[in-house]
């Protein structure tokens, strides 16, 4: 089972910058794509970017430009650096991510509690 633990998040002014981290622990055999998805009040939850483990990312259009997926796999730790960020992007984050418990067995897509990102105008 793999337990993923967000931070980073808070409350910012339009035009500032967060920095939000996920780790992964647990016993798994491979950690493959990570990402970070969102949810704000009375919307669905949300793609914002992910990452492969060799470093491919995807972008939601309404963040491309502004926030940066990485990640550090021998932390097995996610980070969403995002900056110029507007009261649109005010929502909860949560940090998603595909693993494996053996070689032979399906891949499991697995939740973080998530982060709440404020954003005042």
């Known amino acids: 089972q793999v337990q993923l633990v967000e931070s980073g998040g808070g409350l910012v002014q339009a035009g500032g910058s967060l920095r939000l981290s996920c780790a992964a622990s647990g016993r798994f055999f491979s950690l493959n794509v990570m990402g970070w998805y969102r949810q704000a009040p009375g919307n669905e939850r949300e793609l914002v970017a992910t990452?492969?483990?060799?470093?491919?990312?995807n972008y939601a259009d309404s963040v491309k430009g502004r926030f940066t997926i990485s990640r550090d796999n021998a932390k097995n730790t996610v980070y969403l650096q995002m900056n110029s960020l507007k009261p649109e992007d005010t929502a909860v984050y949560y940090c998603?991510?595909?693993?494996?418990?053996?070689?032979?067995?399906?891949?499991?897509?697995?939740w973080g509690q998530g982060t709440q990102v404020t954003v005042s105008s």
């Open positions: 998603g991510a595909a693993w494996k418990g053996n070689l032979m067995s399906n891949e499991i897509w697995s």
């Open positions: 990452i492969s483990k060799s470093g491919r990312t």
